[in-house]
């Protein structure tokens, strides 16, 4: 159950029979600082305002008829009108051992679920992913794992770059290698290859014309470019796939929808969009005129859609991919993982797309931006000689800086279950340390800090849960099979509890703003709690009573389940022990 919903609809209730009109909502929200109860509900203040009566006045007439019998063992106005609830703690108890057990935990499937279209990770096939690909990639893949949890139809979009002039060369590159070099073979260092393609084109100008004539002959639908395209293209897709897997992200062969899969729809669009009298033709080139997105000066905001020597752009695609998302995919919610310095084509295609009616105005168009991953030195990450750090290298690295770790620390466990734990924990830290950063802004890329023990690290929350893990061994208990009722007593157990419980509205507020670290602060928090109570509050010591063992046992347990559940909505895993 979500408690700030469900408050919410109590309050709510409340209001009304106190003669509040609907549209003056309650305002619910966990309360921030110690003392002000468990939830704070903030609405009397603007009703009273509004209804011209004194706020405090109001929310004493909201509590008294608000039924919370059982639920709250207190219920005080503060301040100007502030409503404070405080939980009976019997009730939390039961509320959290309701969900020991349970695959979902706490959380309620949405009663209003939708069609959400997501695009993510999307590279670009001419060149190997490298680490500008890994945010939109682990991020989408958090919203789409939470999303789908929460019970919305998920359709995955990989809208990789398989289209263009590079091809025309790349291509041409591939079959003058043929005779001596299987595609396999050639194709083994993508990076490596593009720059030999680059290279003969750059120096070759007969291989140049080659290259040029391809692209015509790729897009005419050539079948001879077209087997060597689709050649090149399987190849960088299943280069991509090894990286998917590495990261334990959802994407596969079946979400890949790339560009070239618009291609016919271009011209056709197009000429719809000239029909409306949205493209005109401007010094050649087919263009739209947005006055809505004009700058300070009043310039309108110009969306080219076909070049004046006919070839189509990156906004073209993207509208006709709207078209179809909405069209076919019968999407009522897009969204897009894609780096914020592409805000403005954003902007332009949805505006646009709206525009020209190709999506109503019940769809949501949304693009989710992030910044950058920056080095220790503030710019872009990049490898020591300036070059791009290929995202394959990057998370082998990742795994052998956590052995070496898991070595150092002595552990006892034998070689394959070790490699098996470097494994989870040098990508769990990659993709933690990049996940719990807002997503708007630029981070520092650190491998001390993301392997770190301490703070709020994939290593920390795993090794918290292997805490606990432990703490069921010495005590011989299988935590699946404990019946004991729980029962808070220690102010401790009852924070755990309380944020516990909080599970349910931190996946609600995720999926809303598509914000994974959301959820990753509530885990470090949950962990920070865990701490404090395991400190304060014997479980295993001679003289603990068996109910209170048990009891405790059981929050041992609640945090457990809450930990690896959470962590696999962001795609991390957990081990027994490490
Ligand atoms: N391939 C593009 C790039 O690497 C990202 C595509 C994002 N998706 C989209 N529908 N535009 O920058």
Redesign the pocket.
């Known amino acids: 159950m979500n408690i700030r919903e469900f408050l919410t609809d109590k309050v709510q209730a409340a209001m009304t029979q106190a003669g509040i009109p609907a549209e003056y909502s309650a305002h619910v929200a966990a309360s921030k600082k110690a003392g002000f109860g468990d939830y704070q509900a903030n609405g009397a203040m603007a009703a009273a305002k509004a209804m011209k009566t004194n706020p405090r006045e109001l929310a004493a007439k909201i509590v008294e008829h608000l039924d919370l019998e059982g639920i709250a063992e207190q219920v005080e106005i503060a301040g100007p009108g502030f409503i404070n609830i405080h939980l009976n703690e019997p009730w939390l108890a039961g509320e959290l051992q309701q969900c020991l057990g349970e695959s979902a935990l706490s959380v309620d499937k949405t009663t209003a679920p939708q069609t959400v279209v997501v695009?993510y990770s999307?590279?670009?096939l001419a060149k190997e992913m490298h680490v500008g690909?890994l945010r939109?990639t682990i991020i989408g893949d958090a919203i789409v794992k939470a999303l789908e949890f929460v019970g919305h139809t998920v359709v995955r979009q990989n809208?990789?770059?398989d289209w263009g002039t590079q091809f025309g060369m790349l291509v041409a590159e591939l079959e003058s290698q043929a005779e001596t070099t299987e595609a396999g073979i050639a194709l083994k260092d993508l990076e490596a290859f593009y720059q030999r393609a680059k290279k003969h084109f750059d120096e070759d100008p007969e291989f140049a014309t080659t290259a040029r004539e391809y692209v015509v002959r790729l897009q005419s639908g050539d079948t001879k470019v077209l087997a060597l395209w689709q050649q090149f293209r399987e190849i960088s897709l299943s280069h991509g796939e090894e990286i998917y897997n590495l990261l334990n992200v959802s994407l596969t062969r079946a979400n890949v929808m790339g560009e070239s899969a618009y291609n016919e729809d271009l011209p056709v669009l197009v000429a719809e969009l000239e029909q409306q009298g949205l493209a005109v033709v401007d010094q050649g080139a087919k263009v739209v005129f947005l006055p809505e997105l004009a700058d300070k000066a009043g310039n309108p905001s110009v969306v080219i859609v076909q070049k004046q020597d006919g070839g189509y752009l990156?906004a073209t695609t993207?509208l006709a991919?709207i078209r179809y998302r909405v069209g076919k995919l019968k999407g009522d919610r897009l969204m897009?993982f894609?780096?914020q310095r592409?805000g403005l084509?954003?902007q332009q295609v949805f505006a646009l797309a709206r525009k020209a009616g190709f999506v109503g105005p019940e769809v949501s168009l949304e693009h989710h931006g992030f910044g950058t991953m920056n080095g220790e030195d503030g710019t872009p990450f990049k490898t020591r000689d300036g070059g791009t750090v290929k995202l394959a290298q990057l998370l082998v690295e990742a795994v052998d800086r956590a052995r070496a770790l898991i070595d150092s620390k002595g552990s006892d466990l034998p070689d394959s279950e070790k490699a098996e734990v470097a494994r989870k924990v040098g990508i769990g830290a990659v993709k933690y340390a990049d996940l719990s950063k807002t997503r708007t802004t630029d981070y520092i890329f650190s491998w001390e800090k993301m392997l770190s023990f301490e703070g709020n690290t994939a290593p920390y929350l795993q090794y918290a849960y292997t805490r606990i893990q432990s703490i069921f061994r010495n005590a011989n208990v299988d935590p699946a099979s404990l019946d004991a009722t729980l029962v808070i007593t220690e102010p401790q157990e009852r924070q755990l509890a309380m944020k516990l419980l909080q599970f349910p509205e931190t996946i609600e507020l995720m999926v809303k703003e598509a914000f994974p670290h959301v959820l990753c602060s509530y885990l470090f928090e949950l962990a920070s709690l865990y701490m404090s109570f395991y400190e304060s509050c014997p479980i295993l010591k001679d003289g603990v009573k068996e109910t209170t063992r048990d009891s405790r046992l059981q929050l041992c347990r609640a945090v457990a389940e809450h930990m690896q559940l959470g962590l696999s909505l962001l795609g991390i895993e957990v081990m027994d022990r490490m």
């Open positions: 695009d999307s590279p670009n690909h939109s809208h990789v770059g990156y993207d991919c897009y894609i780096d592409q084509h954003m």
